[in-house]
């Protein structure tokens, strides 16, 4: 984030203005002491002995900051307490600016002070100046105890360091970095040596984009860490997992106390967790994030959720808010998820309900293909035609693009085999959701159909297929089918999410979670804008009218695709999952009263009566 505007910073006698004016004439560049912006009135007061306010100092503020937007060019330095976060943010407004911060204690100052004849502060007067500093996070700090030229090397030191390291220049990590240095971050990126395959990646990486005009390539990892200024601020986008592990082993002997490790991977929650608990004890912080939207994503801006403890949270948070994709009102598709493990959780729930959407998109293509008859090319237009309204999602966008790519006169979906790999994260998403108790059954029915078309090929066997027919359905009733399972996929993994948040305590803002997925990432959508807004009344989406009127208007089509594509055999087990979940959350039939009595019969299990309903349990002897 380097640029050319420096505010040297710090309470009365600090040495601002000292340092500021030498720092200048190290940067070549103009010097500027903030005292000499005060309005006449504000000289008044001070000569009378009276205080400044907040609001006698906006004024000041204000006018520091056009001069600062009118240098930002040529550059300056100035020398300005700017000792809350107020007056830094107003300082910011249209310019990046580079704060110095001159650090010591009360009694260091008081010191510093008593040396010196010219210069006398009443203690009380001090204090006061200690009670409003609010230290900065993100400026560059040098103790005040060492000699200006000192300082001035440590600060220069640090002005050639980069503000952001990356590690991992795969798939993911290039396009992050990419989209990192196109924000104007200065950059340090590290990619490990593999003798014969991984030589040089990092600098071949620089040197292919012309974007990275600021950063630095290294396969050394001390190097790459010393090349970065503190507090360190690095992002892994590695493999995850064990590896995950053996990196941070690797890496944190090289780093100091109050640095920040960010995972982008697709780790565990739980791991997250593990880990950020891990490296606290060794003055480490860690932050765990969720990072959603592929390649393009990553380079054009992501959704990203980030979780972990607040004050590393403060420290990373202008850099992902930056590169992050933008909601309908541009704001960032980033936002602080909560505590230890939960941007992960949410990540992993995200791609839970991906594996959902894509399946039931392939369930719908199924009809269309197989009992419509319809080629993929006319597939594509019927998905085509519903993005343009309500159903709109990136999935159905992409799917239909993908049906109308041609190898010569053949549609490549032809030519792919039926086989769908997985990266484990519909498995945890359905390993959370039993383990909670959440019957998110279209995310198991979709990993399920995953794993049933990789064993598939093993069996040989030839079932019967009857010819029954059923009545075709319109387009728009398929359409009004694929809305409703939607709504029960979303309604189910936002559900996961909540029942996570009572259980960790996390307080998971519903809402927000929803809005930083209706851009950058996969399953963004319409229905997710919607979704949005529902919960910021509304717990469960399930109590939101909106949401029930059309269930209940639309669930005889639901049904109908479904009797309409088992009649055709076709497997379709989001499809089938959801109306089930309908049919089991409605009253007017029983049946866990027979697994009530079972339980009871062979195990004792007892079972509660609905003629009491204080909840007591009852036995019946039944033999
Ligand atoms: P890639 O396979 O393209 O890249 C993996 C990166 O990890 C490479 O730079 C690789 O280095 C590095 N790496 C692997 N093992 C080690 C190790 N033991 N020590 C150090 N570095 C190692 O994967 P992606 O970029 O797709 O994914 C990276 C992470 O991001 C994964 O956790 C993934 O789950 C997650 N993710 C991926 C998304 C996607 O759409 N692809 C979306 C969101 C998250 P080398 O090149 O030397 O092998």
Redesign the pocket.
């Known amino acids: 984030m380097r640029n050319n505007i420096f505010i040297v910073m710090g309470v009365s006698g600090s040495g601002k203005s000292t340092i500021g004016a030498k720092l200048a004439a190290a940067l070549s560049l103009d010097f500027l002491d903030g005292d000499d912006f005060h309005p006449p009135e504000n000289i008044a007061k001070m000569a009378a002995g009276i205080p400044l306010d907040d609001a006698d100092r906006m004024g000041w503020l204000k006018k520091l900051n056009s001069k600062a937007i009118e240098l930002k060019n040529t550059g300056a330095v100035f020398a300005c307490s700017s000792l809350k976060e107020s007056y830094r943010q107003m300082l910011c407004n249209d310019v990046n600016v580079n704060f110095v911060y001159l650090k010591g204690t009360y009694q260091e100052v008081f010191d510093r002070l008593s040396l010196r004849k010219d210069h006398f502060m009443p203690p009380a007067l001090l204090k006061s100046q200690f009670d409003a500093l609010e230290e900065p996070k993100n400026a560059i700090t040098v103790s005040l105890l060492e000699s200006p030229e000192n300082i001035i090397i440590q600060i220069m030191q640090k002005i050639n360091k980069k503000s952001f390291g990356l590690?991992?220049?795969?798939?993911?990590?290039?396009s992050l970095a990419r989209n990192l240095a196109r924000n104007n971050f200065s950059l340090s990126l590290y990619?490990?040596?593999?003798q014969g395959?991984?030589e040089k990646?990092a600098e071949k990486t620089i040197a292919e984009y012309p974007e990275f005009v600021n950063a630095s390539g290294f396969e050394d990892l001390e190097a790459f860490v010393n090349d970065l200024e503190t507090p360190r601020k690095i992002f892994l986008?590695?493999?995850?997992g064990k590896?995950?592990d053996?990196?941070i082993d690797?890496i944190v002997p090289f780093m100091d106390k109050g640095d920040v490790l960010i995972d982008?991977?697709?780790?565990h929650f739980a791991d997250t967790k593990r880990r950020i608990d891990y490296l606290q004890a060794k003055g480490i912080f860690f932050v765990g994030t969720?990072?959603?939207?592929?390649?393009k994503?990553?380079l054009e801006g992501?959704s990203i959720m980030p979780s972990g403890p607040k004050e590393a949270l403060d420290l990373v948070t202008p850099f992902l808010m930056k590169i992050a994709a933008k909601d309908k009102d541009h704001n960032p598709c980033c936002a602080l998820i909560g505590p230890d493990g939960s941007g992960h959780f949410i990540?992993m729930v995200h791609n839970g309900v991906e594996y959902a959407e894509m399946q039931l998109l392939a369930e719908v293509y199924a009809y269309f293909r197989y009992v419509l008859k319809q080629n993929p090319e006319e597939i594509s237009e019927v998905f085509h035609t519903w993005n343009q309204g309500k159903l709109k999602s990136y999935l159905l966008e992409i799917t239909a693009k993908l049906l109308t790519k041609k190898e010569g006169d053949t549609y490549i979906i032809d030519q792919i085999l039926d086989k769908a790999g997985n990266?484990g994260?519909g498995n945890w998403t359905t390993v959370t959701a039993t383990e909670m108790g959440i019957p998110a059954t279209m995310i198991t029915a979709a990993l399920f159909a995953r794993y049933i078309s990789t064993i598939k090929h093993n069996y040989l066997l030839e079932l019967p297929s009857d010819s029954s027919e059923y009545k075709k359905l319109s387009i728009s009733e398929i359409a009004n089918a694929y809305e409703v399972a939607r709504m029960v996929n979303h309604q189910q993994g936002f559900e996961l999410i909540r029942t996570a948040s009572e259980t960790y305590n996390w307080e998971l803002n519903l809402s927000e979670i929803a809005r930083i997925w209706t851009n950058g990432c996969i399953i963004r959508s319409g229905l997710m804008e919607e979704i949005s807004t529902i919960f910021e009344i509304k717990k469960d989406l399930f109590a939101a009218e909106s949401f029930v009127d059309i269930i209940k208007s639309q669930k005889v089509d639901l049904k109908a695709f479904c009797m309409g594509s088992l009649s055709a055999d076709l497997p379709i087990p989001t499809f089938t999952n959801a109306l089930d979940f309908l049919n089991g959350i409605r009253n007017h039939t029983q049946t866990a009263n027979i697994i009530q009595a079972q339980r009871d019969f062979f195990g004792a299990h007892t079972y509660q009566r609905r003629n009491d309903p204080s909840g007591k349990s009852y036995h019946t002897i039944w033999e």
């Not at 590690?167 to 290039?174: E, I, S, T």
């Not at 982008?264 to 780790?267: D, K, L, M, Q, Y």
């Not at 969720?290 to 390649?295: D, Q």
């Open positions: 590690v991992g220049l795969g798939v993911m990590g290039k990619n490990r040596y593999v395959s991984e990646i986008m590695i493999k995850a590896e995950t053996e990196f690797k982008g991977g697709n780790s969720g990072v959603s939207g592929g390649e994503g990553a992501p990540k990266k994260t």
